[in-house]
């Protein structure tokens, strides 16, 4: 089959050979039936597992009442996903100041429509055109279009499409004295990720975002949270951000992936004083807010963000750490460090990751990279303790093949969203 399709599709990613036909809950299955418990969850997509009944339902609903009119009409579910993001967001203790939300097709959008924001705000308070310059951060990855892709910092993406948009700064993720120099009063925004998924599960510090939230204060540049791979209840809270206070909430804050569970969506939510410069024409969408993506994100938004769920996944965060802390003893050589929050957690390894990849998915069981020499653990978050339990006992036996025994496993291309800069 796959010799057959591949002539007709760009090139654009490397792909083992398994051919997924089927999802259910936490596993799917191959077109020759074999099962695999998936760890990664479409790479941090399908929060609530493959075809979530009522999900499925809905999709059935929608589709024979109105998929899309374009956004020359109001519709039925764009509002209402918008109203549920912002009263949710501001229940949950996060972006105190969400006030309006611009729906769109993934996380890219939504991190260009974010940068287009912060650009007319500096434009707004100097038509000179002079407050442009944007601020992000090593390690980061906010997407491939053009805009995102400037402020995605690593050259084996951005040297074959060079030059980049102009304008953009790169600063040091976690480096809280090097914030006044970096951001100034030609800056218009900054964007970071709380938790750098691609770049390797980092977590930012809470005083690292404090002061860039404190610096943006006294320059007058818009503060954006890229949650697209953290946010929507992975840390145990509907955002990563929802456990600091209220200083250090942001102006704007992105999303996409598991609002979607697999159906493409986005959404930049805003504030006031955001949404105040945002003019009609300044920005748009053909698909965004479709009647159909709009009902299906209410729904999981409204079930993400349920506080039992969001406790069960600091729960199972505690399954995991133990099971990592058990591997750590077995290979203390190996595991250098765990890191993560609820259910976004990574192995840092001493060695190249993708044997073990393989090795995992040979046995049954779907995980990914991220960073440089990283494991990264994205599962859905409806997974139970006993396929957690499944799933670190099928990677002890993979990590003692490749490790322990030291079998020739041969390392599968392509199971990474963004390569580790210079390589």
Known sequence: MVSNYSPFMVATYVRPLPVMVKGEGCYMWDIENRRYLD?????????????????????????????????????????????????????????????RVFVC???????????????????????????????????????????????????KYQKPFAPMLPGFKYGTYNDEESTNSLITEKTCGVIIEPIQGEGGVNVAHHSFLQALRDRCNEVGAVLIYDEIQSGLSRTGSLW???????????????????LGNGFPIGATIVSEEVSSNIATG???????????????????????????????????????????????????????????RGLILALQLNQDPTPIVTAARERGLLIVTAGTNTLRF??????????????????????????????????????????????
Request: hydrophobic share 35%; net charge negative; aromatic share 6%.
């Open 39 to 99: 760890f990664m969850a479409g790479i941090a997509v399908n929060a609530l597992g493959h075809a979530d009944p009522e999900l499925t339902k809905l999709i059935s609903q929608q589709s024979r009442t109105l998929m899309h009119c374009s956004n020359l009409y109001h519709n039925a579910w764009t509002g209402e996903l918008s109203k549920i993001l912002v009263e949710k967001t501001r229940q949950s203790g996060g972006m105190h100041n969400a006030s």
């Open 105 to 155: 097709n993934s996380g890219s959008e939504a991190n260009e429509a974010a940068l287009k924001f912060a650009r007319k705000v500096g434009y707004s308070k100097d038509p000179s055109g002079a407050k442009h310059e944007i601020v992000s951060f090593r390690g980061s990855f906010h997407g491939r279009t053009m805009g995102s892709l400037s402020a995605t910092p690593n050259e």
């Open 240 to 258: 990563a951000h929802s456990i600091f206070p209220d200083s250090a909430h942001p102006d704007v804050l992105t999303t996409a992936k598991a």
């Open 282 to 340: 300044d920005h748009g969408t053909t698909f965004g807010g479709n009647p159909l993506a709009s009902r299906l994100a209410h729904y999981i938004v409204s079930r993400l963000s349920e506080p039992e769920l969001q406790q069960d996944v600091l729960e199972k965060e505690t399954l995991f750490r133990k099971g990592f802390a058990d591997l750590q003893r077995l290979y203390p050589d190996a595991v250098v460090e765990v890191r993560g």
């Open 378 to 423: 994205l599962p859905p978050l409806i997974i139970s303790n006993e396929q957690i339990e499944e799933g670190l006992a099928i990677l002890k036996d993979a990590m003692e093949a490749v490790i322990g025994k030291g079998e020739d496993v041969s390392a599968t291309k392509g199971q990474q969203e963004m390569a580790p800069a210079g390589r």
